[in-house]
């Protein structure tokens, strides 16, 4: 474990009503993914059911572009009609190798028809076709039912582009709150929450206690 914060964002010296929390993402996923050994844009999504049940799963982040980190998914699935009813969620990174963690909270959007479909156009086809066979989240008799459809799907798409379902597409979460944290010795690990203002685009700041 290291005995000191090894980013600039913790030195005391740092102004961070001053600093820019998403770029500091950025630059931390970068970072993280010139690490060896994981997943750099896997992070766990969180949204809350009808009844208020909260629910968790791990989505990979397909890109920041807007102002939010965008990932794709069938809207007829669980986390899908979930944000349909309650569009707040919230994700998080976690990169032991580096020691990081980030935690980002706010609503969600959908992308542009347009941003979904030169998305969908450039993934592998089978995993377009997978797209169009899978009910997600639905039950099924077994996996044999999967592989009948997917055949049958990769007939029916043959003499074509396979075009994007319309309830699959890509969301936007637009944060409000983005903390970040780091490993430190004694379990006195470093935080900072950087909090949206209301009357414009910039950020307040803060230092959290362990």
Known sequence: MK??????????????????????????LEEAKNASGFMATAMSLATVSRNGTPDVRMVLLQA???????????????????????????????????GQQVRLRGPVEC???????????NRPRGAQIGAHASAQSAPIPGRATLEARLRELDKQFVSGP?????????????????????????????????????????????????
Request: hydrophobic share 40%; net charge negative.
């Open 3 to 28: 005995t000191m914060a090894t980013d600039i964002i913790f030195d005391p010296s740092t102004d961070i009503e001053n600093l820019e929390p998403l770029g500091i993402f950025g630059r931390w």
């Open 162 to 210: 396979v075009p994007r379902p319309e309830h699959w597409t890509g969301l936007r979460l637009i944060p409000d709150e983005i903390e970040f944290w780091e490993d430190g010795s004694n379990r006195l690990h470093d935080r900072l929450l950087f909090t949206r203002k209301a009357e414009d685009d910039g950020w307040t700041a803060q230092r959290l206690s362990p």
């Open 111 to 121: 992308v542009t028809d347009s941003y979904a479909d030169d998305y969908f156009a």
């Open 64 to 98: 920041v572009s807007a102002g939010g980190l965008v990932f794709f998914t069938n809207l007829k699935s669980a986390k899908g009609q979930h944000l349909q009813i309650n569009s707040s969620a919230a994700v998080c990174f976690h990169w032991p190798v580096k």
